[in-house]
């Protein structure tokens, strides 16, 4: 156990945990806050897509300063800015408002998540010993622990009490931020400038790579956005869309914890596209399932479809990218599945919904999946990924 309980793992492990605590404590609430400020639906909508565009926009430049710069001091300034601009969303209420505020605060947040990614791998690259998905864990439990004892806050208080919980939380990082060794490596002999940047940004693979994280974002984002609209369209009670969203959560940590040993026994590129393709059985399974109380079965899979997908498109950027130059590639992997493909992904699902319906979305997105699966498969499984 000493290898799960030493001073750099114990000091990640806590900056997952509060870090993905603090986004469950505001972001799961924060369109129902939207609406009672008086916001529509739609401009609710478009205020929580600029997260995502500004996440596209902005983070490649993040992660090339916190690689030039260092990425512990950058991911402190961020927590420090985002933990202090969060508490911004309580000084107004018009949706002009809300959208200025949204692109500052998204610019400064949304560095956070891939520079916490970069800071664990540099220390993984340095002990062996431990996995990314076992410190990645301790993101999905701070989610799980902290999204019910919100909730539970919320039902005996204003609702605005979500942003100062989330702002403690991120700022309680920096204690355990400090306590991380960062030590960059310059093993590749590159000095960190932008000249010696291109030959990164012209790496075949990577931008293939890239391609396909954002066209898997693009058929599969769906899940996490209409999945509570899905199970409502067959009138299910708010009871079993809350065990439904449990499920996921709770299926991740089991495959976050074997996943180290799934990689090296199986290989990453299998265990990636594995990923895509239950992925792709799950929309299916959307499309075909008329019974709600069905569909909670089929969320046991969420687990693969996300952790272990997480898993391998972090760990395979990570082998596609000089380890100088980790924080611009996980940035670059961010902007790509969770920016643009998240926010295309909506937009087009959204549209289908809106000419077809819901199930048929499902449908069509699974179909697409598929095909980027067999793509994948003869790109990376049968490509020159290097594997350990």
Not at 59 to 82: E, N
Not at 157 to 164: A, H, R, S
Not at 343 to 358: H, K, P, R, T, V
Request: aromatic share 16%.
């Amino acid at each position: 156990m000493g290898k799960y309980l030493n001073s750099q793992s114990f000091n990640i492990g806590m900056v997952y945990l509060l870090t993905y605590a603090g986004g469950a404590a505001w972001f799961p609430l924060f369109t129902l806050f939207l609406e009672r400020e008086g916001l529509s639906s739609t401009q609710s909508g478009l205020v929580v897509t600029l997260l995502f565009v500004a996440m596209f926009v902005a983070l490649p430049f993040w992660g090339i300063g916190a690689d030039r710069w260092g990425r512990k001091k950058t991911l402190v300034i961020a927590i420090v800015v985002s933990s202090i601009s969060l508490l911004g969303f309580l000084l107004g209420n018009t949706f002009f408002f809300f959208v200025g505020w949204m692109i500052f605060f998204a610019v400064v947040f949304n560095p956070v998540p891939p520079l916490i990614d970069s800071l664990a791998l540099d220390y993984i690259e340095r002990q062996r010993a431990i996995s990314y998905g076992h410190l990645r864990m301790l993101g999905s439990l701070g989610w799980l622990i902290a999204a019910p004892i919100v909730g539970h806050f919320v039902d005996n208080n204003e609702l605005d009490i979500i942003f100062p919980i989330a702002a403690v939380l991120y700022f309680v990082n920096i204690l355990f931020i400090y306590g991380i060794k960062s030590e960059q490596s310059t093993s590749t002999g590159l000095e960190l400038n932008l000249k010696n940047l291109g030959p990164v940004l012209r790496n075949k693979e990577l931008i293939q790579f890239l391609v396909i994280i954002l066209f898997v974002a693009i058929t599969s984002f769906c899940i996490q956005t209409f999945l509570g609209v899905y199970l409502d369209s067959m009138n299910a009670s708010t009871s079993l869309i809350g065990w439904a969203f449990s499920f996921e959560g709770m299926s991740e940590l089991p495959f976050y914890f074997i996943s180290a040993w799934l990689i090296k026994k199986i290989g990453l590129r299998k265990v990636f596209l594995f990923a895509m393709g239950v992925t792709a059985l799950r929309m299916f399974l959307y499309a075909i399932i008329q019974e709600p109380k069905y569909v909670l079965l089929v969320e046991f899979t969420h687990g693969i479809s996300f952790a272990l997908f997480f898993v391998t498109m972090v760990e395979t950027i990570n082998k596609l990218v000089p380890s100088n130059w980790r924080a611009t590639g996980q940035s670059l992997m961010w902007a790509s599945y969770n920016g643009l493909g998240a926010l295309l992904g909506n937009a087009i699902a959204g549209y289908m919904i809106d000419q077809f319906s819901i199930h048929r979305m499902f449908l069509y997105n699974a179909i697409a999946l598929t095909l980027i699966s067999l793509l994948t498969y003869f790109l990376f499984v049968k490509g020159h990924i290097e594997e350990e």
